[in-house]
């Protein structure tokens, strides 16, 4: 473990073409751009982040297996696989770290099949609906439980 806690930063299929994808839904900032800004608050409050993205649910879960020994806590946002992965939850949970869930846009004013989400069940909180705000909001309310554990 680092010396700062290091949080894992997690963004499902999709996220790299934020930017180009749908803006009027995700606006036109970048992951790169949410990357930074995510870098820039976590040092003011004394984190670390190791911001990742993959479009392959097999490649999340492993990343999320290996938190287990590195991260603090995890904030995720898992695109699609949030409302179909069993899997992401099940390493969610086995990974026994302060979960954050976030999505850009307020999934629950859209489709129904953005209503359910297998990552609440596991998650300490859910943060939706800000655009790229939810990331800063979720490390705000990190850095608070982290906190609260030592
Ligand atoms: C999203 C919402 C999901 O329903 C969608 O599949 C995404 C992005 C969001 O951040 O608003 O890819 O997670």
């Known amino acids: 473990m680092n010396e ?6 997690l963004n499902g299929p999709n996220l790299n073409m934020l930017g180009v994808r749908e803006p009027q839904i995700y606006g036109r900032e970048t992951l790169g751009d949410i990357e930074e800004m995510c870098i820039a608050h976590a040092d003011a409050l004394g984190l670390d982040t190791d911001f990742r993205q993959s479009n392959v649910e097999g490649e999340l879960v492993t990343m999320i297996q290996a938190s287990r020994d590195t991260a603090a806590g995890i904030i995720i ?7 179909t992965s069993v899997a992401i939850q099940d390493a969610l949970k086995l990974s026994d770290l302060p979960v954050i869930e976030v999505h850009l846009s307020n999934v629950h004013q859209r489709e129904p099949f953005r209503h359910h989400s297998y990552i609440s069940a596991v998650a300490k909180g859910i943060i939706v609906g800000f655009g790229s705000q939810v990331y800063t909001l979720a ?11 030592t």
């Open 139 to 149: 490390l705000d309310a990190m850095a608070r439980l982290i906190e609260g554990e």
């Open 77 to 83: 946002n898992g695109a699609a696989y949030t409302h």
């Open 4 to 9: 700062r806690p290091e949080i894992l930063i």
